[in-house]
């Protein structure tokens, strides 16, 4: 999964590898050391997951270090990537294992801050949008630790956008999936403005249902 010049979540499958220019992305989020992610042609750019999944991925797939790097990232730490056209501050948040191996996953938070510029030519933020991105919801729905300063902070910010994967869905029909009730469960939990997938296709109506008002303040 990369994010794109803007920050947005642009999710690389077999079936869209050629069909967009991933190659001008350089920022790769790794969601599990369990799958070989897909490479555009000649991508050089940088992949970011924690520490033990990176060891892992190279573990497992031994890809070629003069086409990628490796940033290992800190769980609840946030740190600044560029983007091309946007800084943002990206987050990696461990969510258990997968329900269909034994494999750890992650997601991710992306802070994005957009600033205007006064009269006087200084500048003060126009919004601060924390978009949640998951590839796949596992054993634990539960992100941010009650311990944590981070959970603190996100509890007074709220999360604004979650990114699920689409593919449990035909149509934008909910199927009767433990799949379908997780993510239900989890937008349950967080209250986002809204719900969006990975794909750009439509998700059940359900979904936004269980979202809060987008002219809500945060949770």
């Not at 920022?27 to 050391?33: C, D, G, P």
């Not at 909910?174 to 750009?200: A, M």
Request: proline fraction near 8%; charged fraction near 20%; charge should be negative.
């Amino acid at each position: 999964m990369f994010l794109d010049d803007d920050g947005i979540p642009r999710d690389l499958t077999s079936d869209n590898l050629y069909d967009y220019s991933f190659d001008l992305h350089g920022t790769m989020l790794l969601t599990s050391a369990d799958t070989e992610v897909y490479m555009p042609p000649k991508w050089h750019g940088t992949m970011y997951g924690t520490e033990e999944m990176l060891n892992s991925y190279r573990q497992n797939f031994n890809p070629s270090p003069s086409l990628l790097n490796f940033h290992a990232l800190q769980p609840y730490e946030p740190e600044l990537v560029c983007c091309k056209k946007v800084v943002v501050e990206l987050t990696v948040l461990p969510a258990g294992q997968s329900l269909f191996s034994d494999a750890e996953i992650a997601v991710f938070v992306v802070k994005l801050t957009k600033y205007v510029t006064n009269a006087d030519g200084s500048e003060e933020v126009d919004t601060n949008t924390n978009t949640l991105i998951t590839k796949e919801i596992g054993t634990e729905l539960c992100f941010f630790p009650h311990n944590h300063p981070y959970h603190v902070r996100i509890m007074r910010e709220g999360i604004d956008v979650v990114y699920v994967d689409d593919r449990i869905y035909k149509n934008g029909m909910p199927s009767v999936t433990y799949q379908h009730q997780r993510i239900c469960n989890l937008l349950s939990n967080l209250q986002p403005r809204c719900v969006k997938s990975l794909s750009g296709r439509p998700l059940p109506p359900v979904l936004n249902s269980v979202c809060r008002d987008p002219d809500d303040g945060p949770i």
